[in-house]
């Protein structure tokens, strides 16, 4: 059976990391989270102090982007790869509300682009991949055989995301999260260096009525389209 790329795009927590983990699983695939990988990049500029509420440093940060090794290892017991930088297992402190209200400024930043997706680029090259993120399709594997673009309500997402964070024991309340939710919309879009955008050949897919297995069936019925091709 031939191998295909899978690049799925959109807004956040809209479930992109949830299906392409059980899509990579099921087809025996590579799966690359690409926002943890800014999102690795955003938790180091803040442990250098160059990111705060007041003030960023992007000179400090594109200045040192060659000291950043981001790597993805299997875990057997969790059922998928975390995240590592510089060999630090970084997958919980990466998925905090404050690494979020910080990492689409730092992804805005075109030098942290260039650099990741190259590494992106590397990552994919013999096919057999799903990618997700927020211009896998429209940069990163423009030729993809399969782009999906995710999408569902501000106040669906918000919901989403606050279960996750309590469920994990973050203290959070809901009218933070959704305020979250709207400033990375708002700044995924608007930025001017590979904005989020629908490629024009993704399918969308709105899942703010869907279950998670009513999501995995319609998108594997996609993939099985793509691959027969």
């Known amino acids: 059976m031939q191998k295909i790329t899978i690049a799925?795009?959109?807004?956040?927590?809209?479930?992109?990391?949830?299906?392409?983990?059980?899509?990579?699983?099921?087809?025996?695939?590579?799966?690359?989270?690409?926002?943890?990988?800014?999102?690795?990049?955003?938790?180091?500029?803040?442990?250098?102090g160059w990111i705060d509420k007041d003030h960023f440093d992007v000179i400090a940060l594109?200045?040192?982007?060659d000291k950043i090794t981001i790597?993805?290892?299997?875990?057997?017991?969790?059922?998928?790869?975390?995240?590592?930088?510089?060999g630090e297992n970084v997958e919980k402190q990466i998925r905090t509300l404050e690494v979020s209200s910080y990492v689409s400024k730092v992804a805005a930043i075109p030098e942290v682009r260039y650099q990741l997706v190259k590494q992106q680029h590397q990552m994919g090259k013999d096919k057999g991949v799903v990618m997700d993120g927020r211009?896998?399709?429209?940069?990163?594997?423009p030729n993809a055989e399969?782009?999906?673009?995710?999408?569902?309500?501000?106040?669906?997402?918000?919901?989403?995301?606050?279960?996750?964070?309590?469920?994990?024991?973050?203290?959070?309340?809901?009218?933070?999260?959704?305020?979250n939710v709207r400033e990375r919309d708002y700044i995924d879009s608007n930025r001017e260096n590979s904005p989020l955008t629908?490629?024009?050949?993704?399918?969308?897919i709105d899942n703010s009525n869907l279950t998670l297995d009513q999501q995995f069936e319609k998108i594997l019925s996609l993939v099985n389209k793509a691959i027969d091709k």
């Open 135 to 141: 211009d896998i399709g429209t940069v990163v594997f």
């Open 146 to 179: 399969l782009k999906l673009f995710m999408t569902a309500s501000a106040e669906t997402r918000a919901q989403r995301r606050y279960d996750e964070l309590i469920n994990r024991g973050d203290q959070v309340n809901y009218e933070d999260v959704l305020k």
């Open 198 to 204: 629908k490629a024009e050949d993704a399918i969308e």
């Open 62 to 65: 594109v200045t040192n982007l």
């Open 71 to 86: 790597s993805f290892k299997f875990n057997d017991q969790l059922g998928f790869a975390e995240v590592y930088l510089n």
């Open 8 to 48: 799925i795009d959109g807004f956040s927590s809209t479930g992109k990391s949830t299906v392409a983990k059980q899509l990579a699983k099921h087809l025996g695939y590579i799966y690359v989270d690409s926002g943890a990988m800014y999102r690795a990049v955003t938790l180091y500029t803040m442990q250098n």
